[in-house]
C-alpha cells in the first residue's frame, strides 16, 4: 500500500518543484532601470528650515528615553527624543510649510553635543508631496555646519542618496527650541 502511494507522490514532487523553481530558487537577479521606469539621473537642491519645538505646551519633539546619566551629564549623553518638527519655507514659524522631519535623534556622544539623527523628511507640498527622505547621521549641535548623509528615499527619491548640511538659524539656550537651516544635495531618477 505504501509503495502505492509513494509513487503519485513522487510524481506531485517533481511536477511541483519544477512548476514553482523559477518564482523561489532565484534570490537575486540584474533588471534594467528602465524596467523601473527610471529616466535620467538628476541633482535636485532642496532649502528649508527644520524647527523643533521642545519646549511649551505644543513641543514638536519630546524625551521618550534616558539613561541614569543623562541629568548629569554635560552633553545630555543618553537622551532619546521623538520629533514630528515642521520643515517651513522660511526661518519665521508661520512661514509656508512643505513639510515634516519625523523620526528619532539622541545624545550619543560623551565628550560633545553630537547627536545620531535618524529621520524621515516627510515632503507635503508642491512637486515633491507624498515623497520622503531618509537622513541619518551625526549632527554635532555646536558646530556651524553639520552634514549628513541622506541614504534613501521614497516616491519621486527613490534610489536618492546625497547629503545634508545643517547649520542653527537660532537656537535659545533657555528653551532648548531651535531653527535650522538645511541645504540638501539629493541624486535620484
Known amino acids: 500500500m505504501a509503495a502505492k502511494l509513494l509513487i503519485p507522490l513522487a510524481?506531485?514532487?517533481?511536477?511541483?518543484?519544477h512548476a514553482t523553481s523559477d518564482t523561489y530558487d532565484t534570490f537575486s537577479k540584474q533588471i534594467s532601470p528602465k524596467k523601473l521606469g527610471l529616466k535620467k539621473e538628476k541633482?535636485?537642491?532642496?532649502?528649508?528650515?527644520?524647527?523643533?519645538?521642545?519646549?511649551g505646551s505644543h513641543p514638536t519633539a519630546v524625551r521618550i528615553a534616558a539613561a541614569k546619566i543623562t541629568n548629569t551629564?554635560?552633553?545630555?549623553?543618553?537622551?532619546?527624543?521623538?520629533?514630528?518638527?515642521?520643515?517651513?519655507?522660511?526661518?519665521?514659524?508661520?512661514?509656508?510649510?512643505v513639510g515634516y522631519a519625523q523620526g528619532i535623534y539622541g545624545s550619543a556622544s560623551q565628550n560633545d553635543v553630537g547627536l545620531l539623527m535618524v529621520l524621515n523628511l516627510v515632503f507635503t507640498q508642491g512637486t515633491y508631496n507624498g515623497s520622503t527622505?531618509?537622513?541619518?547621521?551625526?549632527?554635532?549641535?555646536?558646530?556651524?555646519?553639520?552634514?549628513m548623509a541622506i541614504?534613501?528615499?521614497?516616491?519621486?527619491?527613490?534610489?536618492?542618496?546625497?547629503?545634508a548640511q545643517a547649520s542653527n538659524y537660532l537656537?535659545?539656550?533657555?528653551?532648548?527650541?531651535?531653527?535650522?537651516e538645511y541645504n540638501v544635495y539629493v541624486l535620484h531618477y
Open 133 to 147: 527622505l531618509c537622513l541619518f547621521g551625526r549632527n554635532a549641535v555646536m558646530s556651524k555646519v553639520r552634514e
Open 43 to 55: 541633482l535636485t537642491h532642496l532649502h528649508f528650515y527644520f524647527h523643533d519645538i521642545v519646549s
Open 171 to 180: 537656537f535659545n539656550t533657555t528653551s532648548g527650541d531651535a531653527i535650522v
Open 11 to 17: 510524481i506531485f514532487s517533481f511536477f511541483f518543484h
Open 73 to 97: 551629564s554635560s552633553t545630555g549623553f543618553g537622551f532619546i527624543a521623538m520629533a514630528d518638527d515642521p520643515l517651513t519655507v522660511g526661518p519665521n514659524p508661520s512661514s509656508k510649510l
Open 151 to 163: 541614504v534613501g528615499g521614497s516616491g519621486l527619491f527613490r534610489f536618492a542618496r546625497g547629503y
